[in-house]
């Protein structure tokens, strides 16, 4: 779908999305905690004041706190000295440390007790499977969700010979070589990020990061990656890069892969869907999208995903519960998702307002498309996420011990195996602090 298309779509989301719904219940105000800039704190922003129109007799204070791991931190700190605020939005990472954290009001008593019960299975099963709790039980509420997906500049890949997108590694391996003999000087960029080369990559090949389900099935996980897919994968990242097919962020103009990608230094990137607002606010025309890569011969499994739910602190009176309550219900509406989606990229949460997208007079940016198809790919038990504790300290380390091995200091196999190790010295001391007690826990 052209940019041009894409721009109407978005205009016809925004034009779609006005919310009428009667106020009622008592006043209260509270503050909603968020980790994002720009464009998408704008949307957010936007979100807010639509629910303070809707509901005059409620309002919701909206503030930005930093990235998400100054916004966890910043939380954390609040709580401890009663300054928190009634919501907050928490990365995927933090959803372990958060569910054990003993702080919080589960999102799904919090609707229950206020007269707002919600039917979790409405959430798209990748996004059920990755937040719910052994018992199925959702504690928090899905808001920013994105997935894995390829971006390619359609014009630089016909110019190097290049007629379809990258379906296999070996295939995107060999229109590196392609696009770099063409004369690109930036075939691929990449940030170099456990997110997207560990989490996602095992999780589309279906391969394990750490037992015990990856941790979704309790405390007792260690670590688990530094050989198969992911040693095959890093050996050939290792490879690209040094043969400068592959080119870190840091070393382009933008020192970002995604505007590097969208002003037309680099040919391909492996993005997240919310990437795609970025790229079509640049006025790129030529971005094609496609499913990640997955190597020749092996089974391809639905992306697991990234982003963010909001949790509610413990804390609060009665009158603000029943207006976090309302919030809450008012931001899973489907035409706030799909405000929402239009905006940043990000994707639908529930059938329903997936439905309503498919529906739509115009069909929806590839970016979305395409990740929602990729999350409806049959699973396994290792492709519905992780969920270890400290995980923000594991990926600084595995992220350490990457870029150890692509400066020469030490090889690729060492650096995973030396990433594992550290990685499950920081399982026991999380395992540790929330082993005597199980308060909070699912």
Request: proline share 5%.
């Amino acid at each position: 779908m052209t940019l041009r298309a894409a721009g109407l779509w978005f205009a016809w989301m925004l034009s779609a999305c006005v919310a009428a719904i009667p106020a009622i219940g008592r006043a209260a105000a509270f503050e909603f905690w968020y980790a994002h800039g720009g464009l998408y704190a704008q949307t957010i922003n936007e979100l807010c004041a639509g629910f303070n129109k809707t509901y005059p007799q409620d309002h919701v204070r909206c503030l930005p706190q930093g990235t998400y791991e100054q916004t966890m931190r910043k939380a954390v700190a609040a709580y401890r000295a009663d300054q928190q605020p009634a919501v907050v939005e928490i990365y995927d990472i933090g959803t372990a440390d958060m569910m054990r954290s003993g702080a919080i009001y589960p999102v799904d008593a919090l609707m229950k007790d206020t007269g707002h019960p919600t039917d979790d299975a409405d959430y798209l099963d990748s996004i059920r499977r990755f937040y719910a709790t052994p018992d199925g039980r959702l504690l928090s509420q899905p808001f920013g969700t994105s997935t894995l997906v390829l971006y390619a500049n359609r014009k630089k890949l016909a110019a190097a010979g290049i007629n379809e997108l990258p379906q296999t590694w070996e295939a995107f391996g060999q229109a590196l070589q392609a696009l770099k003999a063409h004369g690109e000087s930036c075939p691929a960029v990449a940030d170099y990020t456990p997110w997207k080369m560990l989490e996602q990559i095992n999780a589309v090949q279906g391969a394990p990061i750490a037992s015990a389900n990856n941790g979704h099935d309790g405390l007792a996980a260690r670590y688990d990656f530094a050989d198969g897919i992911h040693l095959r994968y890093m050996r050939d990242v290792l490879r690209w890069h040094a043969q400068g097919l592959l080119l870190p962020a840091i070393l382009t103009h933008a020192n970002d892969q995604t505007l590097a990608f969208a002003d037309g230094e680099c040919a391909m990137v492996i993005d997240a869907t919310g990437a795609y607002a970025i790229v079509a606010k640049a006025g790129m025309v030529d971005a094609e999208v496609g499913p990640l890569p997955v190597y020749a011969g092996t089974t391809r499994y639905g992306n697991t995903i990234g982003g963010s739910s909001l949790w509610v602190f413990k804390g609060e009176t009665p009158a603000v519960y029943s207006a976090v309550a309302r919030f809450l219900a008012y931001l899973r509406e489907p035409q706030q998702q799909l405000f929402f989606s239009a905006r940043t990229g990000y994707l639908p949460l529930t059938h329903n307002a997936e439905q309503k997208l498919a529906s739509s007079p115009s069909t929806e940016p590839d970016a979305i498309r395409v990740g929602l198809a990729s999350m409806a790919l049959p699973g396994n038990p290792y492709n519905a996420g992780v969920r270890l504790g400290f995980m923000s300290l594991f990926r600084l380390i595995w992220q350490e011990e990457v870029q150890r091995a692509l400066a020469g200091r030490e090889s690729m196999d060492d650096a995973l195996i030396n990433a594992q190790a550290r990685g499950n010295l920081l399982l026991e001391r999380f395992q540790a602090t929330y082993r005597a007690s199980t308060a909070g826990a699912p």
